[in-house]
C-alpha cells in the first residue's frame, strides 16, 4: 500500500510531509513543562505529537552488571533502569495530554514497547502506534500492535534488510495492513555522514509503503534532503531549551529550529512540484527576454544581411535564431533602421553574398 491514513491525514508519495514531533523525555517529569512543548508543536507547524509508553521494569532490568551500563555517549556509564527511570512519561499524564492534544487540533500517539503498553494505548483510543528501532525484533509486539488494526510506524535503525523484511512480513500476517518504515540511524546525535538517506527511495521502492525519516541529527538540512529523495514523514526530537538538559536534549530542536525545519520542508514540498517542461506561470513574462534575431546596423534597401548588420541579442522581438543561416546573404526589402527585430516582410527572397 502506498500511503496509510492516520485519521485525517493521508501519508504518503504526493501527499503533504506528515511532522511528528517527538515529546520523548524533554518533559523532565514536569507535566506542565510537557503540556508546553505540545503548545510549541502546533505553533511549529508539526501534525503530531508523539509520546513513549513504557516503565524501566518493562525494558530491562534494575542491575549494576556491567551488560547493563550505557557505554556510549550522552548517556555513557548509566545503567539502562537508572536511564529509562529518568525518561519514562508517566502513564497518568498520557490520556489527559492526548485530551489537550486534541483540543489543539495535534494528533497523538506513542511508541508501545509491551504489550501491556499496547493494551493502554488502545484504550486511550491512541489512532496509530510508533515501533522503535530497538524493538524492531520483538516479532510478538509487532503482532499485538498488528491485531488492533491500527497503522504501525515502524522504525529501523540498525535493521538490516533481512530484519526489516520479516518485521513487515510479522505485521501482515497478524492482519496489519497499514505499515509505515522511518529510515533512522541510532546514534545520538546522529552525524548527517552516517545519515544514508538514500535509502529511503530503495525501502520505498522494495517494501511499497510509504517511508520517511526520524532524525536524531541537528542538521535542517537533512530532513529536507530526506523529502527531497522521497520521505513523506518527519519525526524530530522537540524540547523548549537544550541547555535545560535531560536525556534526550542534546538531539533534539528547540521551538524556533523545529518551527525553521517545518517552513523548510514545506518550501521543499512545493519545490519538488511535478515533472514539467515549457513555461511556467511565474516565467511568462520572463519569456519575452529570450534571444532573437536584430538588425544591429542600419540597413539600406536591398543590402545584403551579414553576420554584421544582424544578430541574435536579447529580447526576443525577432525571428527565431534558427533562421539566421537562411537571412545571411539575403537582401533587405527596405530600409532597416537598427534594432528593428527581423522579420519576413524585411527579407528579400533572393541570395546575394556582400562584397564586404
Given at each position: 500500500?502506498?500511503?496509510?491514513?492516520?485519521?485525517?491525514?493521508?501519508?504518503?508519495?504526493?501527499?503533504?510531509?506528515?511532522?511528528?514531533?517527538?515529546?520523548?523525555?524533554?518533559?523532565?517529569?514536569?507535566?506542565?513543562?510537557?503540556?508546553?512543548?505540545?503548545?510549541?508543536?502546533?505553533?511549529?507547524g508539526a501534525d503530531a505529537v508523539k509520546l513513549q509508553t513504557y516503565t524501566p521494569d518493562t525494558l530491562t532490568l534494575k542491575s549494576d552488571?556491567?551488560?547493563?551500563?550505557?557505554?556510549?555517549?550522552?548517556?555513557?556509564?548509566?545503567t539502562l533502569h537508572d536511564l529509562?527511570?529518568?525518561?519514562?512519561?508517566?502513564?497518568?499524564?498520557?490520556?489527559?495530554l492526548k485530551?489537550?492534544?486534541?483540543?489543539?487540533?495535534?494528533?497523538?500517539?506513542?511508541?508501545?514497547?509491551?504489550?501491556?503498553?499496547?493494551d493502554f494505548l488502545q484504550g486511550m483510543g491512541v489512532p496509530a502506534f510508533k515501533i522503535a528501532s530497538f524493538e524492531v525484533v520483538d516479532l510478538p509486539l509487532l503482532r499485538k500492535a498488528a491485531l488492533t488494526g491500527k497503522p504501525i510506524i515502524v522504525s529501523t535503525g540498525m535493521a538490516t534488510?533481512?530484519?526489516?523484511?520479516e518485521a513487515v512480513r510479522t505485521i501482515r500476517e497478524a492482519g496489519g495492513s497499514q505499515v509505515a518504515l522511518l529510515k533512522c540511524t541510532s546514534a545520538y546525535p546522529a552525524p548527517p555522514e552516517e545519515m544514508n538517506l538514500r535509502t529511503i527511495p530503495h525501502l520505498a521502492d522494495g517494501f511499497e509503503l510509504p517511508v520517511g525519516l526520524s532524525d536524531h541529527s541537528l542538521d535542517l538540512a537533512v530532513p529536507v534532503a530526506a523529502v527531497a529523495l522521497g520521505a513523506c514523514i518527519i519525526e524530530k526530537h522537540l524540547t523548549m531549551s537544550r541547555a535545560a538538559g535531560g536525556p534526550d536534549s542534546v538531539f533534539s530542536l528547540e521551538p524556533h529550529e523545529f518551527r525553521a525545519m517545518v517552513?523548510?520542508?514545506?518550501?521543499?514540498?512545493?519545490?519538488?512540484?511535478?515533472v514539467h517542461y515549457g513555461v511556467s506561470a511565474g516565467e511568462a513574462t520572463s519569456r519575452a527576454y529570450r534571444r532573437s534575431l536584430f538588425v544591429i546596423e542600419d540597413i539600406r534597401a536591398e543590402e545584403v544581411f551579414?553576420?554584421?548588420?544582424?544578430?541574435?541579442?536579447?529580447?526576443?522581438?525577432?525571428?527565431?535564431?534558427?533562421?539566421?543561416?537562411?537571412?545571411?546573404?539575403?537582401?533587405?526589402?527596405r530600409d532597416i533602421q537598427r534594432g528593428t527585430p527581423l522579420s519576413w516582410d524585411l527579407i528579400g527572397n533572393s541570395r546575394r553574398m556582400s562584397q564586404e
Open positions: 500500500m502506498d500511503y496509510i491514513t492516520i485519521l485525517d491525514h493521508r501519508i504518503g508519495q504526493g501527499y503533504p510531509t506528515y511532522i511528528i514531533a517527538e515529546l520523548s523525555a524533554n518533559h523532565r517529569h514536569d507535566f506542565e513543562q510537557a503540556v508546553t512543548i505540545l503548545k510549541a508543536a502546533k505553533a511549529a552488571n556491567e551488560c547493563f551500563k550505557v557505554t556510549s555517549p550522552p548517556w555513557e556509564g548509566r529509562y527511570l529518568e525518561a519514562c512519561t508517566p502513564w497518568d499524564w498520557q490520556p489527559r485530551e489537550i492534544a486534541d483540543e489543539l487540533g495535534l494528533q497523538l500517539f506513542s511508541t508501545a514497547y509491551d504489550d501491556a503498553a499496547v534488510l533481512a530484519e526489516i523484511d517552513q523548510a520542508v514545506r518550501s521543499t514540498e512545493k519545490a519538488l512540484g511535478a551579414t553576420l554584421r548588420n544582424v544578430r541574435s541579442i536579447r529580447p526576443a522581438c525577432g525571428l527565431h535564431t534558427r533562421y539566421l543561416g537562411d537571412i545571411i546573404g539575403r537582401q533587405a526589402t
